[in-house]
Structure formats: structure tokens, C-alpha cells
């Protein structure tokens, strides 16, 4: 009687044992969404359109909350001026590699994405071009320096991340186009 009383036991066990093992492993459900989450990256095309300052255009990945530098360095129209380290604020002067000032533009891109897809973004322009030579007086000597010109301004927008692009004209008439896409 022992004897069959545990052979029983031991059925009655093992069945059990196989009748819970599928339920253990059973998967989780996967709830599917049509969006992309918020803090996903973000396509973002920055084109420049200057008369004074060029045309550049960069396309990258960020992430909202995030920011990111684009730094342009072209040769201006008529080429390079001279410049030598003699001269006034030469050391913020954006130079090629013989020392001469090029043109440079630089823009800080900085978007937060809201939960209904808008993003709202700060952007910061600085540019820097010469127009021809000026003469100066530095350590009693007279020097020839390039005739710099800059532009600066932030400005703040808003615009969907669906693939439309926000074009803003800046003060100085340069025109900056946005395209964001998830």
C-alpha cells in the first residue's frame, strides 16, 4: 500500500509540474504604438542661406534635450586675408591654415520634444566674414588686419518633427531652414 500510495504522489507531481512550466514561461503581452518615443533621436537638417556670410547645410542625429554645435569655415569670396598675429583680437579671428581670416559660421542647435511633437528649439548664430584690410596702429606700428564683420543673435521657435521644415530670417537677412524628422 505504501508503495502505490507514492507512485500516485509521484504522478500527481510531475502532472502538476508540466501543467505549470508553460504557464511560467508564457511571454509578456507587446503593446505596439504608431509614435516614436520622445526621447528618441531626432533627424534634424540645418541649411544656411547667406549672401555675406555663404551657403552650408549638415544633417544629424540628436536626441530632444540635447544640443549640438555646427561650424562652418569657407573661403570667402576674392580669397583669405592676410592677417599676422600682431593684429587686435587675432586670436578670435577664424584663420585658414597660412594664418589668413576665412569666413566661419557656427550654430548651437538646442530642441526639447513635447509629448504632441512639437519641439521647441534655441538657436544660437555667429558668423564672421572680412571685407577687405583696414589699417591699425598696435605696439607703434602700423599694421594691415582684415576688416571683420560679425553677426550674432539667438532666437527661439517652435516646430513640428514630422518632416516640415521652419524657415527664420535673422537680422542681417541670412536665412536659416530647419527640417526635423523622427
Known amino acids: 500500500m505504501s508503495f502505490s500510495f507514492k507512485l500516485s504522489a509521484v504522478s500527481v507531481v510531475a502532472s502538476l509540474a508540466c501543467a505549470l512550466v508553460p504557464a511560467a514561461r508564457a511571454a509578456t503581452p507587446i503593446t ?23 551657403n ?17 569655415k569657407t573661403v570667402p569670396p576674392g580669397g583669405p586675408v592676410a592677417a599676422t598675429d600682431a593684429c587686435p583680437d587675432y586670436s578670435s579671428l577664424p584663420v585658414d ?12 542647435f538646442a530642441p526639447v520634444v513635447s509629448s504632441d511633437g512639437t519641439a521647441t528649439v534655441q538657436l544660437s548664430f555667429q558668423a564672421q566674414t572680412p571685407h577687405g584690410v583696414k589699417t591699425v596702429t598696435s605696439g607703434g606700428k602700423t599694421l594691415k588686419c582684415p576688416n571683420d564683420v560679425r553677426a550674432s543673435q539667438i532666437v527661439r521657435f517652435t516646430m513640428p518633427v514630422n518632416g516640415t521644415t521652419k524657415t527664420l530670417t535673422l537680422s542681417d537677412g541670412t536665412e536659416v531652414a530647419v527640417t526635423a524628422k523622427r
Open 32 to 54: 505596439v504604438t504608431n509614435q516614436a518615443a520622445l526621447d528618441g533621436p531626432i533627424r534634424y537638417t540645418v541649411r544656411v542661406t547667406s549672401k555675406q556670410f555663404g
Open 97 to 108: 591654415a597660412n594664418g589668413a581670416m576665412i569666413r566661419q559660421t557656427q550654430i548651437r
Open 56 to 72: 552650408s547645410q549638415e544633417t544629424r542625429t540628436i536626441r530632444s534635450g540635447e544640443s549640438d554645435d555646427f561650424t562652418w
